[in-house]
């Protein structure tokens, strides 16, 4: 049990960095839990979900920018979604940039979408950081914070395991429904 806990905490900080190089933030909340109950070190999580996140954003960022020819392939399938993120990043503008942060379905969209765009690179890189670096700290602390109801929640998910799938199918469906909706052809 010791062993699987210190490979927890060790493995753990590892997990936490690659996920939350795409984003992460199912991996920040479990951390968030994890260092409630113990496991983690709730300063080394927001740390490293914070540094992991800016750089990913950031890396996102230059691959649209600077190695368009190279990008362009992966980013064929994603043509609506990428005019998505543009309007938004017209109609948001460097707001944006932190709102996405806590939009799962575009948080990974929004960085190539402005990558493709003459934005400055020194402006995205500042904001980005601060986004991280407030993303990290509010996700983290109020998984942190709210350990207890998320442990009971899980508990109870534990009891009645048909409940995470019909969660996750309406999660998974309103994300589809809106993307559909927001990218109709008009």
């Given at each position: 049990?010791?062993?699987?806990?210190?490979?927890?905490?060790?493995?753990?900080?590892?997990i936490l960095f690659f996920y939350t190089l795409g984003g992460g933030m199912v991996a920040i909340i479990a951390a968030g839990v994890l260092s409630y109950a113990g496991k983690m070190d709730i300063t080394l999580v927001i740390v490293i979900a914070a540094i992991?996140?800016?750089?990913g954003d950031t890396l996102l960022f230059y691959l649209a920018r600077y190695s368009k020819q190279e990008f362009a392939p992966y980013l064929?399938?994603?043509?609506?979604?990428?005019?998505?993120a543009q309007i938004l990043f017209k109609k948001h503008g460097d707001k944006i940039i932190f709102i996405q942060k806590y939009l799962y379905?575009?948080?990974?969209?929004?960085?190539?979408?402005?990558g493709l765009t003459k934005y400055p690179f020194m402006k995205f890189s500042i904001i980005n950081v601060?986004?991280?670096?407030?993303?990290?700290?509010?996700?983290?602390?109020?998984?942190?914070?709210?350990g207890d109801f998320l442990m009971r929640v899980f508990e109870g998910i534990k009891k009645y395991p048909f409940i995470m799938p019909l969660i996750v199918f309406l999660l998974i469906g309103g994300i589809v429904l809106y993307f559909k909706k927001a990218t109709k052809k008009s």
């Open positions: 049990m010791e062993d699987m806990l210190a490979s927890l905490s060790t493995y753990g900080y590892l992991s996140n800016m750089l064929k399938k994603q043509r609506r979604n990428l005019a998505l379905g575009i948080k990974t969209i929004i960085p190539i979408a402005i601060i986004s991280a670096i407030i993303w990290a700290i509010s996700l983290g602390l109020c998984s942190y914070y709210a």
